[in-house]
């Protein structure tokens, strides 16, 4: 990656930690002890993890899951998808002003991935690039763009170098290809002259569970502004998970986005009927968006009459 790219990544990466936030909870039906990502191999994750993973990405109960993974926090042997998962929540409370816990929960991450390395060389690197990837996310949300750059693009280095060694490992395991996945494709979907085909790929034919890859396709492909096939991830998506409330306003926005406004409406008001599932920040931002479709909507309306 170029510098220049790196920079462009780097401007972007605020938002990046919500698509991180989503590719970490990837849970539909635990294959073995809890694992959702590999029917071999499989990794020995506790019944409370499961049960937090459940609340958070399957469910979208976030009040629920902060509860559960507070719960599982207090096992011993912790795996690092948990610290990971806690700073996801803090991020989603309120992205724009981020506590110190943050930094602790994503410094922890680090520590337990490296703790993972020489048993899971695999997941060890994986979740040290999440965890150099959170660090970046908080300095350039606490010191700004302009001061936080230097750290930010010393610590998506590394977020690569860890992807790099983990992929060494298994290029195709199902969990490496769901969080790179999703971050390969919101760079390809967001910088200039990049090839959005490769994690499109991995999407499509690495990553499991269906449901979470489906739902990284649809953000994807609305991104690329290929919205046929956005609302065919999307749709497959809702089938999996019929009750996610954060799956049903990602259909209202690619409806938004192909501009067909009035479809959207339904979409956002189910999500919005949920709300007390979501973050506060996360439901203004719903609200402000159905709000903006029905404003367009009535003055399409009134232009027809």
Same mark, same amino acid.
């Given at each position: ?16 930690v ?8 990837t ?9 959702p ?24 109960n976030? $009040? ?15 795996? $690092? ?5 806690r700073?996801?929540?803090?991020y989603?409370?309120?992205?724009d ?21 020489p ?29 936080g750059?230097? *750290? ?59 449901y ?12 690329l ?6 609302? *065919? ?7 999996? *998970? ?8 990602l ?47 009535d ?7």
């Amino acid at each position: 990656m170029t510098m220049r790219n790196q920079i462009g990544w780097v401007s972007r990466w605020g938002g990046g930690v919500s698509v991180v936030a989503i590719a970490l909870g990837t849970w539909l039906t635990p294959v073995w002890a809890g694992d959702p990502f590999r029917s071999q191999n499989p990794r020995d994750i506790s019944d409370t993890t499961e049960a937090a993973f459940e609340a958070f990405f399957r469910v979208g109960n976030y $009040p629920l899951a902060a509860q559960q993974v507070d719960q599982a926090l207090s096992e011993a042997n912790v795996d $690092p998808i948990l610290y990971a998962m806690r700073a996801s929540l803090l991020y989603l409370e309120d992205p724009d002003n981020l506590p110190s816990e943050f930094q602790d929960y994503a410094t922890l991450t680090l520590e337990r991935a490296e703790a993972l390395v020489p048993d899971d060389p695999l997941r060890g690197n994986l979740y040290l690039a999440v965890g150099h990837f959170f660090e970046g996310a908080y300095v350039l949300k606490t010191e700004g763009v302009v001061r936080g750059v230097p *750290t930010a693009l010393s610590k998506l280095q590394q977020v690569f170098r860890h992807l790099d060694r983990a992929a060494e490992v298994n290029p195709e395991d199902p969990e490496l290809n769901i969080i790179k996945g999703y971050m390969d494709l919101m760079l390809a979907a967001n910088l200039p002259f990049s090839n959005p085909e490769r994690p499109i790929e991995r999407l499509e034919d690495y990553a499991a569970p269906e449901y979470l890859a489906k739902r990284g396709l649809a953000v994807g492909f609305r991104d690329l502004n290929r919205f046929d096939e956005a609302m *065919t991830a999307v749709n497959r998506s809702l089938e999996l *998970t019929p009750e996610n409330p954060e799956v049903m306003y990602l259909k209202a926005q690619i409806y938004v986005d192909r501009g067909d406004r009035a479809s959207s409406l339904p979409w956002f008001d189910r999500a919005l009927a949920m709300q007390e599932q979501l973050p506060s920040d996360l439901v203004r931002q719903i609200q402000r968006e159905r709000d903006q479709a029905q404003r367009r909507v009535d003055a399409e309306q009134a232009s027809n009459r």
